[in-house]
């Protein structure tokens, strides 16, 4: 098949799974509204007219099954079949460009969303985050939409400092890092929310200090993967370029990532920091790793300005 065909049919590929999480945020919001419209029973209401006291109800679930509602239930369903379609897509950009589907802006965007949605549904192997369906799945629609509007560029042959192994490594680790730093940055989300307001939905989720531990968890392991990314790429710098560190736009972002990071790590394992400082903390890093994205690639120069645009 001709690669101009592969890469229309990628592009529609991406339209669908942007139409089926489209799908998903509404199911997962609708979970949310009837969740926050649930009013709990008054303990007066809990005794019968004239006869026994009707016993309390048992305690709540554990943590690790909220979110198994009907609607997180479809709406997780929906974000495995986007999910689906999505990386579908990315491979079909790969064969037609005749490489990993990420050297530009518009498929480090394909990749990298698809990479982020691929941690929150692998992540129910491991603990239930349903609950966060309405951030991922809203994500996923929105940096779809701006990368196919805006930085859709057809397949074009790499760069000769792109045509190196540590392409595929390098910029991989880097989108899995950016994964789990998506999902640390939403349960801080709700960490910060559930500390302000209660009730409703917000009732039904574990308690601040588990959003806490949760998210602490995974960012833990997207700085893994970022200290792997960071010493990758002065690795294939060496190589490409004869030199470890030029302080180009790219490896200065790369390394002040690196540091919030590893000071929101170190400020919370010895210093004690909890709560919502740890939080805040947490949301100025995946700030930061956004900006790297957005703005340094479109309007800074240097030697990683790949961007395809």
Not at 58 to 79: I, K, N, S
Not at 120 to 134: A, P, Y
Not at 240 to 257: C, H, L, N, P, S
Not at 264 to 281: P, V
């Amino acid at each position: 098949m001709p690669m101009a065909d592969l890469d229309a049919i990628s592009l529609l590929l991406v339209y669908s799974a942007m139409a089926v999480y489209t799908a998903a945020f509404i199911a997962f919001a609708v979970d949310v509204a009837r969740r926050s419209a649930a009013r709990p029973v008054p303990q007066h209401e809990l005794v019968g007219a004239g006869g026994p006291p009707v016993s309390a109800p048992a305690a709540p679930a554990a943590p690790a099954a909220v979110g198994a509602g009907r609607g997180a239930r479809v709406g997780y369903a929906l974000v495995v079949l986007g999910w689906a379609l999505h990386v579908v897509s990315a491979i079909l950009r790969g064969l037609a460009a005749g490489r990993v589907p990420w050297a530009n802006m518009y498929e480090f965007a394909l990749t990298g969303i698809a990479v982020i949605v691929g941690v929150f549904v692998l992540s129910q192997l491991w603990r239930d985050l349903r609950f966060l369906g309405v951030y991922i799945s809203g994500l996923a629609v929105a940096f779809l939409g701006v990368a196919t509007v805006n930085f859709y560029v057809a397949p074009v042959p790499l760069p000769p400092a792109l045509q190196s192994y540590w392409l595929v490594i390098h910029v991989f680790v880097a989108t899995l890092a950016t994964g789990f730093f998506a999902l640390g940055s939403g349960l801080s989300i709700l960490q910060l929310i559930k500390e302000r307001r209660s009730g409703g939905f917000l009732r039904s989720l574990p308690s601040t200090t588990q959003l806490e531990d949760l998210s602490y968890r995974v960012s833990v392991i997207g700085f893994i993967a970022w200290t792997f990314t960071l010493i990758a790429g002065a690795v294939w710098a060496e190589h490409a370029w004869g030199r470890y560190w030029g302080w180009d736009t790219k490896e200065v972002w790369t390394f002040i990532i690196w540091v919030v990071y590893a000071g929101y790590i170190h400020a919370r394992a010895t210093r004690g920091w909890r709560g919502s400082r740890s939080a805040w903390l947490q949301l100025v890093g995946f700030a930061a790793v956004l900006f790297n994205f957005t703005v340094v690639n479109l309007f800074f120069k240097g030697l990683h300005a790949y961007s395809g645009l």
